[in-house]
C-alpha cells in the first residue's frame, strides 16, 4: 500500500506518454482548460475511439523530432510558459532525437549500446 494520501496518487497518475513528467503533464492540462474557460473556447465532441485514428483531429506527431517542432512553433506553449524555457526543453528533446539517430545509423559501434544499454 502507498504511503500517499489517496489525492497524490490520482494526481500523480500520467497516461499522457511513458517518459513525460507527472508535473509537467498535470501542468500543461491545468493551463489548457484555464485557457479555453478564459477564451471561453467549447470544447468539441469527445473522441469515440483512439484519438489518434480519428481523421477529423489534426495528426499526432510521429516522431520525436515533428513533436519538438511543434512545440517549437506553439504560440501557445511560448505564451504559457516562455521562450527560454520552451527553446531549451525543445533543443534538449532535439539533442535527444540526434543521440538515437546516431544509434539507429550505426554512428555508435555495437560493443558500446551493449556496454551502456540495457536494452541491446
Not at 70 to 96: C, N, Q, T
Amino acid at each position: 500500500m502507498s504511503a500517499q494520501p489517496p489525492w497524490r496518487r490520482i494526481t500523480a497518475w500520467n497516461a499522457s506518454s511513458a517518459q513525460a513528467i507527472g508535473e509537467r503533464s498535470t501542468a500543461a492540462c491545468i493551463d489548457s482548460g484555464l485557457y479555453g474557460i478564459a477564451n471561453r473556447i467549447e470544447p468539441p465532441e469527445p473522441s469515440v475511439g483512439p484519438a489518434f485514428a480519428d481523421e477529423s483531429l489534426p495528426p499526432f506527431p510521429t516522431s520525436l523530432e515533428e513533436a519538438a517542432d511543434a512545440l517549437d512553433r506553439s504560440k501557445l506553449a511560448r505564451e504559457w510558459y516562455g521562450d527560454l524555457y520552451i527553446d531549451h526543453y525543445v533543443a534538449s528533446r532535439r539533442a535527444e532525437a540526434d543521440i538515437v539517430r546516431g544509434l539507429r545509423d550505426g554512428q555508435v559501434p555495437a560493443y558500446e549500446i551493449a556496454r551502456y544499454f540495457e536494452i541491446a
